[in-house]
T-cell receptor
Framework: GEDVEQSLFLSVREGDSSVINCTYT??????LYWYKQEPGAGLQLLTY?????DMKQDQRLTVLLNKKDKHLSLRIADTQTGDSAIYFC?????????FGAGTTVTVRA | EAGVAQSPRYKIIEKRQSVAFWCNPI?????LYWYQQILGQGPKLLIQ????????DSQLPKDRFSAERLKGVDSTLKIQPAKLEDSAVYLC???????????FGPGTRLTVL
């Protein structure tokens, strides 16, 4: 099956940029997603990128995709305290969605 | 547009008891998924429905877990009997079709004592 790897923790100062990284194994993945999970809540879709794109920007969020290295990243500009959460990278393989273990982002004042 | 609804939000049971979770997907979404999320891990797919038919239940422990989606709308997931290792958050998600973006409900947190 698909393996999706993420670093487990990220600590960032309020106002700085956050960069969350993800690597995956299946080069045929068509859609790649970023979900956000706040404590006690379900997964909220943040953004996604199609595999024929290199970059996608959506307000404070920038997604970069390097297909050659099978590397996906999410950059959050001007990180706020409300951005503290767990961020999951997920990639598609046929109809299946495979998730990483999540990166816990802590925003400090 | 209403999101995916799940109930109950929390459930505490003793091992060997049975429990059932309910999910109402986004209106018009033909595909419904149940995921298990163990603490510290990403969600793992248990079962996928397309309308009222099962597309994939390869990761569902069929000796104790069952799920149905009568009439192709709401779905229930049942565990009988529960084991300690079933403690997790059970997430329901839905999408327009099998390859479309999945939208998640708030989840049901199950604690088995």
């Amino acid at each position: 099956g698909e393996d999706v790897e993420q670093s487990l923790f990220l600590s960032v100062r309020e106002g700085d940029s956050s960069v969350i990284n993800c690597t995956y194994t299946d080069s045929s993945s068509t859609y790649l997603y970023w979900y956000k999970q706040e404590p006690g809540a379900g997964l909220q879709l943040l953004t996604y990128i199609f595999s024929n794109m290199d970059m996608k920007q959506d307000q404070r969020l920038t997604v970069l995709l390097n297909k050659k290295d099978k590397h996906l990243s999410l950059r959050i500009a001007d990180t706020q305290t409300g951005d503290s959460a767990i961020y999951f990278c997920a990639v598609t393989n046929d109809y299946k969605l495979s998730f990483g273990a999540g990166t816990t982002v802590t925003v400090r004042a | 547009e209403a999101g995916v609804a799940q109930s109950p939000r929390y459930k505490i049971i003793e091992k060997r008891q049975s429990v059932a979770f309910w999910c109402n997907p986004i209106s018009g979404h033909a595909t419904l998924y149940w995921y298990q999320q163990i603490l510290g891990q990403g969600p793992k797919l248990l079962i996928q429905f397309q309308n009222n038919g099962v597309v994939d239940d390869s990761q569902l422990p069929k000796d104790r877990f069952s799920a149905e989606r009568l009439k192709g709308v709401d779905s229930t997931l049942k565990i009988q009997p529960a084991k300690l290792e079933d403690s997790a958050v059970y997430l329901c998600a839905s999408s327009l079709g099998g390859t479309d973006t999945q939208y998640f409900g708030p989840g049901t947190r199950l604690t088995v004592l």
